[in-house]
T-cell receptor, first 115, second 114 residues
Framework: DAGITQSPRHKVTETGTPVTLRCHQT?????MYWYRQDPGHGLRLIHY???????DKGEVSDGYSVSRSKTEDFLLTLESATSSQTSVYFC??????????????FGPGTRLTVT | AQSVSQHNHHVILSEAASLELGCNYS??????LFWYVQYPGQHLQLLLK??????LVKGIKGFEAEFIKSKFSFNLRKPSVQWSDTAEYFC????????????FGQGTELSVKP
């Protein structure tokens, strides 16, 4: 398994509170991604990063922000959590998108419940 | 916008039955195609991928998929399923001009009865 950890693994929080999820990799891969997984929707891309301090939005970025100050860490922040953000969040990494090595490796996930 | 459609939401099979899961995508350019599997309580793992060359791709655990460009399809097959194949299966597409971003299908839940 690729060296990807996510913390916390489970979190329950209240509506309106800020939440930060952390993804840490030991593979030195350049690209990192945050997805959310919801029943009937598969995985949807929230934000991604193509290098330190280089990030871009995915298809469901509203209400989320990200930061990447080091190659190994990619943080996802919910500025003010809402119940619609209750989901399972997966981090993924990739070495060389667009090449034969274009494969994303996924972390174990974080289950977030917003009450 | 790109989209990926998996036609079967929940498939129930008996052990030794053959499996085919459909996946269609909407994008006219060059694509990379993937099938991922998620076993209960676990993270996604790559089953197989198509990048170029032979459109019939073989993956782990006896799975294979065929890329039919004219049909925009990448169906997953296995000749004989096992109880341990019970999982959720996701098709994903990456367009060559979209960097590494993957577009996932909705997923197909496979239940294999012993």
């Amino acid at each position: 398994d690729a060296g990807i950890t996510q913390s916390p693994r489970h979190k329950v929080t209240e509506t309106g509170t800020p939440v930060t999820l952390r993804c840490h990799q030991t593979e030195n891969h350049r690209y990192m991604y945050w997805y959310r997984q919801d029943p009937g929707h598969g995985l949807r891309l929230i934000h991604y990063s193509y290098g330190v301090k280089d990030t871009d939005k995915g298809e469901v970025s509203d209400g989320y922000s990200v930061s990447r100050s080091k190659t190994e860490d990619f943080l996802l922040t919910l500025e003010s959590a809402t119940s619609s953000q209750t989901s399972v969040y997966f981090c993924a990494i990739s070495e060389s998108p667009g090449t034969a090595a274009n494969e994303q490796y996924f972390g174990p996930g974080t289950r977030l419940t917003v009450t | 916008a790109q989209s990926v459609s998996q036609h079967n939401h929940h498939v129930i099979l008996s052990e030794a039955a053959s499996l085919e899961l459909g996946c269609n995508y909407s994008y006219g350019g060059t694509v990379n195609l993937f099938w991922y599997v998620q076993y209960p309580g676990q993270h996604l793992q790559l089953l197989l991928k198509y990048f170029s060359g032979d459109p019939l791709v073989k993956g782990i655990k006896g799975f294979e998929a065929e890329f039919i460009k004219s049909k925009f399809s990448f169906n997953l097959r296995k000749p004989s399923v096992q109880w341990s194949d019970t999982a959720e299966y996701f098709c994903a597409v990456n367009a060559h001009n979209q960097g590494g971003k993957l577009i996932f299908g909705q997923g197909t839940e496979l239940s294999v009865k012993p």
